[in-house]
């Protein structure tokens, strides 16, 4: 499935091209899933880093080893892995896609291949926020926003296993069900029913929490910057939450630090990319344990692509949404 314009779900169409080229450090995949994220739908309507076109979408993948690149040792033909692919090559709406080798993981044995294909690009992003940017501690108060959403979902279970106090949002009947009885949040606040900021403080005596999560941006990130204790950790995973005008001197005498999350950072540029492999093996670890679930709530066909899409732009999906390529 490929565009060669920006636009609405429409833009994209089946075409044959080329077999994606192989570096030395890649694997070539054939892929059996993949799966839609909000970056999917952004990139679509107009990137805001300059892309070429064709364009092939689709930033997570579960499928199977065909090639290796002469450098690669770890993996061979045959072998299931899931990976979340670089966010600035070729995606995974395809037959098959080429990946850095040193960045994918052992596909977990409990899950079939939508099921695995909902988790890379989340839970390296879910992972990398909570411990990696705000390295949470058991006990811990931590406010993760948006709890029934496809990072959410994850960041919750996974602070939850951390032995933290989860307080989320959500403001939907179903969504705060699903919060409340399937993830067990602790606290779990409606965002349409009274301020929000106000019911964090009346769940923390007042004081706020130590970590909060940004999963939406715009007025959630000032949210959090309004919920978070003195020297509290604000983690944003949207870029344009950053507006801080006329509330740096608020923030500093507070000492709230403020951290960005992107988790395509190591297979982009190359710099550890073994690190994403190292928390998808966790991460497949916890799923095969029991401890951890992905939840998907719509698989779709490829050829349905443009459905999934407007699925995923409704805003209302619990967990993620599946693409079956095979």
């Given at each position: 499935?490929?565009?060669?314009?920006?636009?609405?779900?429409?833009?994209?169409?089946?075409?044959?091209?080329?077999?994606?080229?192989?570096?030395?450090?890649?694997?070539?995949?054939?892929?059996?899933?993949?799966?839609?994220?909000?970056?999917?739908?952004?990139?679509?309507?107009?990137?805001?880093?300059?892309?070429?076109?064709?364009?092939i979408?689709?930033?997570?993948?579960s499928?199977?080893?065909?090639r290796?690149?002469?450098?690669?040792?770890?993996?061979r033909?045959?072998?299931?892995?899931?990976?979340?692919?670089?966010?600035?090559?070729?995606?995974?709406?395809?037959?098959?896609?080429?990946?850095?080798?040193?960045?994918?993981?052992?596909k977990?044995?409990?899950?079939?291949?939508?099921?695995?294909?909902?988790?890379p690009?989340?839970?390296?992003?879910?992972?990398?926020?909570?411990?990696?940017?705000?390295?949470i501690?058991?006990?811990?108060?931590?406010?993760?926003?948006?709890?029934?959403?496809?990072v959410?979902?994850?960041?919750?279970?996974?602070?939850?296993?951390?032995?933290?106090?989860?307080?989320?949002?959500?403001?939907?009947?179903?969504?705060?069900?699903?919060?409340?009885?399937?993830?067990?949040?602790?606290?779990?606040?409606?965002?349409?029913?009274?301020?929000?900021?106000?019911?964090?403080?009346?769940?923390?005596?007042?004081?706020?929490?130590?970590?909060a999560?940004?999963?939406?941006?715009?007025?959630?990130?000032?949210q959090?910057?309004?919920?978070?204790?003195?020297?509290?950790?604000?983690?944003?995973?949207?870029?344009?939450?950053?507006?801080?005008?006329?509330r740096?001197?608020?923030?500093l005498?507070?000492?709230?630090?403020?951290s960005?999350?992107?988790?395509?950072?190591?297979?982009?540029?190359?710099?550890?990319?073994?690190?994403?492999?190292?928390?998808?093996?966790?991460?497949a670890?916890?799923?095969?344990?029991?401890?951890?679930?992905?939840?998907?709530?719509?698989?779709?066909?490829?050829?349905?692509?443009?459905?999934?899409?407007?699925?995923?732009?409704?805003?209302r999906?619990?967990?993620?949404?599946?693409?079956?390529v095979?």
């Amino acid at each position: 499935m490929v565009q060669r314009e920006y636009g609405a779900s429409s833009v994209l169409h089946v075409e044959d091209v080329a077999d994606p080229a192989l570096r030395d450090t890649d694997v070539l995949v054939q892929v059996h899933a993949t799966s839609v994220n909000p970056v999917d739908t952004k990139v679509r309507a107009r990137a805001t880093v300059p892309r070429e076109f064709p364009l092939i979408l689709g930033y997570d993948v579960s499928g199977t080893v065909l090639r290796c690149g002469s450098r690669v040792t770890q993996w061979r033909p045959g072998d299931e892995i899931f990976a979340a692919p670089n966010l600035f090559r070729p995606g995974a709406n395809a037959e098959l896609v080429a990946l850095d080798a040193r960045s994918a993981a052992r596909k977990p044995a409990s899950l079939d291949h939508g099921g695995a294909a909902a988790l890379p690009l989340v839970s390296q992003t879910a992972w990398e926020a909570l411990h990696l940017r705000a390295h949470i501690q058991p006990g811990q108060s931590v406010l993760i926003h948006a709890g029934a959403g496809g990072v959410g979902h994850i960041a919750v279970q996974l602070a939850k296993l951390h032995g933290c106090r989860v307080i989320t949002t959500a403001g939907r009947a179903e969504s705060l069900a699903f919060c409340r009885d399937v993830l067990r949040a602790d606290a779990v606040i409606d965002y349409r029913d009274g301020d929000v900021v106000e019911q964090v403080k009346a769940l923390t005596g007042g004081r706020g929490v130590p970590v909060a999560l940004d999963t939406v941006g715009g007025e959630v990130f000032v949210q959090c910057l309004d919920s978070v204790a003195i020297n509290g950790h604000v983690v944003t995973i949207l870029g344009g939450s950053t507006d801080l005008a006329g509330r740096g001197q608020q923030l500093l005498y507070r000492n709230v630090t403020i951290s960005y999350e992107f988790m395509g950072i190591p297979t982009a540029y190359e710099l550890e990319p073994e690190r994403p492999a190292r928390m998808l093996a966790s991460i497949a670890q916890l799923v095969d344990a029991g401890a951890l679930r992905p939840e998907v709530r719509h698989r779709f066909p490829l050829e349905r692509l443009a459905d999934a899409h407007a699925q995923v732009e409704t805003g209302r999906t619990i967990g993620k949404v599946a693409v079956l390529v095979r």
